[in-house]
């Protein structure tokens, strides 16, 4: 992330527990059903999504830049018992090897990457063939939403360490190869605009055809 406010990742935390019992506790745990196998989180955050692994999960790594993120997160994972490597990094560059997990989650992350494009690119390459993204994001809405975000998006961005509230994220995922049939917009929810409306579910990658690998 370019612009880090470092009073962010507190003011998140302190925060995101009143949104999560209005709307991202039931959603967080629905989106994340759909994660099985070894598990990658890209920016995890102060680790909330991981009081809602399923048992179908068998091991979990996690991304995250922030140190007082990473430091959040480990002290969620110890109390939840979950056994997880957190390691420094951007959604641009993976720490790890191609093909390396079978689910790799978004919650809430692709709205504040640098690029977009390469984030999902780097998410592709360590999927497994058959993996899963697992999608929980807030988006650009449509008609008046939409402009009212595309109008604050560098304001919200600078106080939000990197936030951009417009973002086309079922397109940029589309775009990077993913079947996103298996993703649902949720354009009524109780969070306010600029971080709604929101799109949830997961998406797979599109085989390549025989032209297409050769």
Same mark, same amino acid.
């Given at each position: 992330?370019?612009?880090? *406010?470092?009073?962010?990742?507190?003011?998140?935390?302190?925060?995101?527990?009143?949104?999560?019992?209005?709307?991202?506790? =039931?959603?967080?745990? &629905?989106?994340?059903? *759909?994660?099985?196998? =070894?598990?990658?989180?890209?920016?995890?955050?102060?680790?909330?999504?991981?009081? !809602?692994?399923?048992?179908?999960?068998?091991?979990?790594?996690?991304?995250?830049?922030?140190?007082?993120?990473?430091?959040?997160?480990?002290?969620?994972?110890?109390? *939840?018992?979950?056994?997880?490597?957190?390691?420094?990094?951007?959604?641009?560059?993976?720490?790890?090897?191609? *093909?390396? !997990?079978?689910?790799?989650?978004?919650?809430?992350?692709?709205?504040?990457?640098?690029?977009?494009?390469?984030?999902?690119?780097?998410?592709?390459?360590?999927?497994?063939?058959?993996?899963?993204?697992?999608?929980? &994001?807030?988006?650009?809405?449509?008609?008046?939403?939409?402009?009212?975000?595309?109008? %604050?998006?560098?304001?919200?961005?600078?106080?939000?360490?990197? $936030?951009?509230?417009? =973002? =086309?994220?079922?397109?940029? %995922?589309?775009?990077?190869?993913?079947?996103?049939?298996?993703?649902?917009?949720?354009?009524?929810?109780?969070?306010?605009?600029? $971080?709604?409306?929101?799109?949830?579910?997961?998406?797979?990658?599109?085989? &390549?055809?025989?032209?297409?690998?050769?």
């Amino acid at each position: 992330m370019k612009h880090r *406010n470092p009073l962010f990742p507190y003011v998140y935390r302190l925060g995101m527990p009143i949104f999560d019992r209005l709307f991202y506790r =039931r959603y967080r745990r &629905e989106a994340m059903s *759909n994660a099985a196998g =070894r598990l990658l989180l890209i920016g995890v955050g102060p680790g909330t999504d991981l009081m !809602f692994l399923p048992p179908a999960v068998t091991s979990v790594a996690a991304v995250e830049p922030v140190p007082a993120m990473r430091r959040m997160a480990a002290a969620v994972a110890r109390r *939840n018992d979950v056994a997880i490597d957190i390691v420094d990094g951007i959604g641009e560059s993976i720490p790890f090897p191609d *093909n390396s !997990f079978d689910s790799v989650h978004v919650g809430l992350v692709l709205c504040s990457v640098d690029d977009v494009a390469a984030t999902l690119r780097e998410i592709r390459r360590v999927l497994r063939p058959g993996g899963r993204l697992v999608v929980l &994001e807030h988006v650009r809405g449509e008609g008046a939403v939409g402009r009212f975000q595309d109008l %604050i998006a560098g304001p919200w961005s600078w106080l939000t360490s990197g $936030c951009r509230p417009n =973002r =086309r994220t079922v397109d940029a %995922i589309a775009a990077a190869g993913f079947d996103t049939s298996g993703l649902r917009r949720i354009r009524r929810t109780p969070v306010p605009p600029p $971080c709604s409306p929101h799109l949830q579910g997961f998406a797979t990658i599109v085989p &390549e055809t025989e032209g297409e690998a050769g």
